[in-house]
């Protein structure tokens, strides 16, 4: 199994940034996926879940303002995320957990200036 996540960087309070994961070694279609974030300090934290059925599920700290959505032909997780707020500012991972066992993506670092 191999995630990576990218598409972070640094962007001004109220703007937006899209995340990507591109998933491999697993069959893709039928797994729940989940993105985490990991703020300086604090714990790893559940973002946003989508299931195979596409039905999603937030963290209400984020409710309105993140998408998660899924790409089930192009093996892509995406974490479409608006009015981006300083406390957002962290390192996303997305996630898989299958079989008993959890698999983590190498993070991609979201830093949100004031």
């Known amino acids: 199994v191999q995630l990576q996540a990218y598409g972070g960087g640094m962007v001004q309070a109220g703007g937006s940034l899209r995340l990507s994961c591109a998933a491999s070694g697993f069959n893709f279609r039928p797994n729940t996926l989940d993105w985490y974030r990991q703020a300086p300090g604090q714990q790893r934290e559940l973002v946003a879940t989508?299931?195979?059925?596409?039905?999603?599920d937030y963290a209400d700290s984020v409710k309105g303002r993140f998408t998660i959505s899924r790409d089930n032909v192009r093996r892509q997780l995406y974490l479409q995320m608006s009015s981006l707020k300083p406390e957002d500012t962290a390192v996303y991972y997305c996630?898989?957990?299958?079989?008993?066992?959890?698999?983590w993506g190498q993070g991609t670092q979201v830093t949100v200036s004031s």
């Open positions: 996630r898989l957990a299958l079989q008993g066992r959890t698999w």
């Open positions: 989508i299931t195979s059925s596409h039905a999603p």
